[in-house]
């Protein structure tokens, strides 16, 4: 089983997405997501020229020793870049092993450690009455925990705001909320640190008193708050018992959650932005979190992130793995093949992707009842229609950013 052909798609049905094909000898193929937002060329760049040339001619079940060759070899070590095109090839390689060993790859992780994933969607709305429609329209599609993000008074783009509120009203098309604009240039959004806490906890008071005290609530605050600012944050939002509170500060700073942690019994959860397991030690070590946030992609593919995990179970921390729209299907599949398997599964992020994505990626997923399953076909279960992806080139997108009212740049 060797490999013998290394392709890398992109393609931009929705949004941009790049993904790795391997092909073996024997003809069996993996598909690996290696999509950074906003900056998907380096990690394309990155893959065919100095990826792709080491992995002709490799041993596909060799797994750990092709990731940890890439990784150690590059010399310049971790980075998003780096870490997500290790981990499209790694996806890939289990995506072949699955499918040479007529297994979905959940069962060579150590079989189903439950029967579904429960996963949360992305209510959101500019006011109180949208925000309500959002999260009926959630519960309606099956959705048993809801993320809640609101506008913020006098502030007039914030993060986590769909512009379209139901999947409906846009036939088809993502009704979630996706930040990465098409166009040259990123967009410019406000912020407001102290209309942001003053406002949130009047927000989650609206939804309890509507919704009752059951339904599993999240919401994210994006890196932008001081340590002492996230630890107000969590305090007054005590009260309506949250699933957690996620990136309340940038936390390139492990350190900064000590006094989060000290002040709130919130629970936070933490690491989109992360690549490896050296972001999460001191942070797990210490327990000042309760979610791993990173994604499959971006952490270096199932096989990094599994040790993540396994770290983090040590020490009561469960999974939380990034799922917006900005996971390919692939990226997904894998999530899902890993929460499936391991023991401390949290729960699982899930934006329903557009019509255009799905016709793009074949999956065998399914959702029901508020629950993910990946499905029982050997390898990750997600195949790329190559004529398909052919019709959507890249699409230049930035993410936003973010600037105080006296112009300062803020974290986004
Ligand atoms: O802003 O994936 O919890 N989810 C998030 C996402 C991120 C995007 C950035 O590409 O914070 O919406
Ligand atoms: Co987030």
């Known amino acids: 089983m060797i490999i013998d052909r290394a392709e890398v798609v992109v393609t931009s049905p929705d949004r941009n997405f790049v993904t790795l094909k391997l092909t073996t000898d024997d003809g069996l193929t993996g598909l690996g997501d290696a999509t950074l937002n906003g900056r998907e060329l380096a990690v394309v760049a990155y893959l065919k020229d100095h990826v792709v040339p080491l992995l002709l001619g490799r041993d596909a079940h060799r797994i750990e020793d092709t990731w940890q060759f890439l990784?150690?070899?590059?010399?310049?070590?971790r980075g998003p870049v780096t870490m997500a095109a290790i981990a499209?090839?790694?996806?890939?390689?289990?995506?072949?092993?699955?499918?040479?060993?007529?297994?979905?790859?959940?069962?060579l992780l150590g079989g189903a450690s439950r029967s579904g994933l429960l996963a949360y969607g992305h209510a959101s709305g500019k006011t109180t009455e949208e925000l309500f429609d959002s999260i009926r329209s959630h519960q309606e599609q099956g959705y048993r925990a809801i993320r809640v993000q609101t506008g913020v008074p006098g502030l007039k783009s914030i993060y986590g705001i769909a512009s379209n509120a139901t999947y409906e009203a846009m036939e088809g098309v993502r009704?979630?909320?996706?930040p990465a604009q098409r166009g040259a240039l990123p967009n410019e959004e406000d912020w407001d640190t102290r209309s942001y806490l003053r406002h949130v906890p009047t927000v989650f008071e609206a939804v309890r008193n509507e919704f009752g005290p059951e339904l599993p609530l999240l919401h994210d605050a994006h890196h932008r708050l001081t340590p002492i600012q996230a630890a107000q944050l969590g305090k007054s939002l005590e009260p309506y018992d949250l699933f957690w509170l996620e990136d309340v500060t940038p936390a390139?700073?492990?350190?900064?959650?000590?006094?989060?942690?000290?002040?709130?019994?919130?629970?936070?959860?933490?690491?989109?932005?992360?690549?490896?397991?050296w972001d999460y030690q001191q942070i797990i070590r210490e327990q000042l979190i309760d979610y791993v946030r990173s994604a499959v992609t971006h952490t270096g593919g199932i096989s990094h992130l599994r040790k993540v995990?396994?770290?983090?179970?040590?020490?009561?921390?469960?999974s939380g793995m990034h799922g917006p729209t900005d996971i390919s299907p692939v990226g997904m599949a894998a999530a899902m093949h890993l929460g499936l398997s391991i023991h401390n599964f949290g729960i699982q992020e899930y934006m329903r992707h557009g019509a255009k994505t799905d016709q793009v990626f074949q999956q065998s997923f399914t959702w029901a009842d508020g629950y993910l399953h990946p499905g029982d076909r050997p390898g990750l279960g997600v195949e790329l229609d190559t004529d398909e992806a052919g019709k959507y080139p890249y699409v230049q997108a930035y993410l936003p950013y973010n600037r105080l009212a006296d112009g300062t740049v803020h974290d986004w």
């Open 71 to 77: 990784y150690r070899s590059a010399y310049w070590r």
């Open 88 to 107: 499209a090839v790694d996806m890939a390689l289990w995506d072949i092993k699955g499918k040479a060993a007529g297994l979905p790859v959940y069962q």
């Open 175 to 178: 009704y979630d909320h996706e």
């Open 252 to 277: 390139e700073n492990q350190e900064a959650l000590r006094l989060v942690r000290q002040h709130t019994t919130t629970p936070l959860a933490i690491g989109e932005i992360f690549n490896t397991v």
């Open 309 to 318: 995990l396994d770290y983090a179970a040590q020490y009561q921390v469960k």
